[in-house]
T-cell receptor, first 114, second 112 residues
Framework: GQQLNQSPQSMFIQEGEDVSMNCTSS?????WLWYKQDPGEGPVLLIA?????ELTSNGRLTAQFGITRKDSFLNISASIPSDVGIYFC??????????????FGTGTQLKVEL | DGGITQSPKYLFRKEGQNVTLSCEQN?????MYWYRQDPGQGLRLIYY???????QKGDIAEGYSVSREKKESFPLTVTSAQKNPTAFYLC???????????FGQGTRLTVV
C-alpha cells in the first residue's frame, strides 16, 4: 500500500527554534491532516486542511495544503520541550472508489534540546 | 466523554495463541480502522469497516481477522498465522464521509 513521503525523517533542534516538515505524494489528495503522536500513545489530530492553497493555524502550528494537491507542510514556531514526538501527515483522496481511507506518511521524529 | 477506547493497553501472549484486541467508540462514527505500527515506522492499515456487518482488507490483512457486529465495536483478532505479531496496534474511527479520524490510545502486543 502507498505511504506518503515525509521529510525530514527526524529532527533535533534547540528550544525556541522554528521547525518545518513536509509531506509529498504521487497522488492528488482532497484532504490533508497532520497528527502528533507521543510515545506509547495514539496519534492526536492537530490540523485539517480541505482546500488547495489553504493555510491554517492552531496556536504555534501552521499547516498548508499545497497548490498541486500533492503536498502539505507543517511549521512549528518557537518550539518547546512538549513538542517532542512523532508528527504524521495523512491524506485522503476522493471519497468514491474506495478513497475513504487515509494514507499516512512515514513520520517525522522531533526532538527538542533544552 | 465521547471517545475511542482500546483495551488492554499492554498484552502478552505465547506464540501460537490467538488474541483479540478490543476497540469501542461512542462517537457514533460509521467507519472504523485498525492500524499496525512497528518501531520507527508509519501506520499500516490492517482492516477497515465503513458500516455494520461489512469490512474490507487493508494493506497487511494476512494473519488478522475482524468483525463488526455493532456500530460501536470493531475487535481485531491476531491469529497464530500472523508471522510477526509483536507491534503497537491502533484503532481509529471517523464519520463515513468525513476525513478526520480519531485514534484510541493503542495496544502494545508482545508475543513471546
Amino acid at each position: 500500500g502507498q505511504q506518503l513521503n515525509q521529510s525530514p525523517q527526524s529532527m533535533f533542534i534547540q528550544e525556541g527554534e522554528d521547525v518545518s516538515m513536509n509531506c509529498t505524494s504521487s497522488s492528488i489528495f482532497n484532504t490533508w491532516l497532520w497528527y502528533k503522536q507521543d510515545p506509547g500513545e495514539g496519534p492526536v489530530l492537530l490540523i485539517a486542511l480541505y482546500k488547495a492553497g489553504e493555510l491554517t493555524s492552531n496556536g504555534r502550528l501552521t499547516a498548508q495544503f499545497g497548490i498541486t494537491r500533492k503536498d502539505s507542510f507543517l511549521n512549528i514556531s518557537a518550539s518547546i520541550p512538549s513538542d517532542v514526538g512523532i508528527y504524521f501527515c495523512a491524506g485522503r483522496g476522493a471519497v468514491t472508489g474506495g478513497g475513504n481511507k487515509l494514507t499516512f506518511g512515514t513520520g517525522t521524529q522531533l526532538k527538542v534540546e533544552l | 466523554d465521547g471517545g475511542i477506547t482500546q483495551s488492554p493497553k499492554y498484552l502478552f501472549r505465547k506464540e501460537g495463541q490467538n488474541v483479540t484486541l478490543s476497540c469501542e467508540q461512542n462517537l457514533n462514527h460509521d467507519a472504523m480502522y485498525w492500524y499496525r505500527q512497528d518501531p520507527g515506522q508509519g501506520l499500516r492499515l490492517i482492516y477497515y469497516s465503513q458500516i455494520v456487518n461489512d469490512f474490507q482488507k487493508g494493506d497487511i490483512a494476512e494473519g488478522y481477522s475482524v468483525s463488526r457486529e455493532k456500530k460501536e465495536s470493531f475487535p481485531l483478532t491476531v491469529t497464530s498465522a500472523q508471522k510477526n505479531p509483536t507491534a503497537f496496534y491502533l484503532c481509529a474511527s471517523k464519520q463515513d464521509t468525513g476525513a478526520e479520524a480519531f485514534f484510541g490510545q493503542g495496544t502494545r502486543l508482545t508475543v513471546v
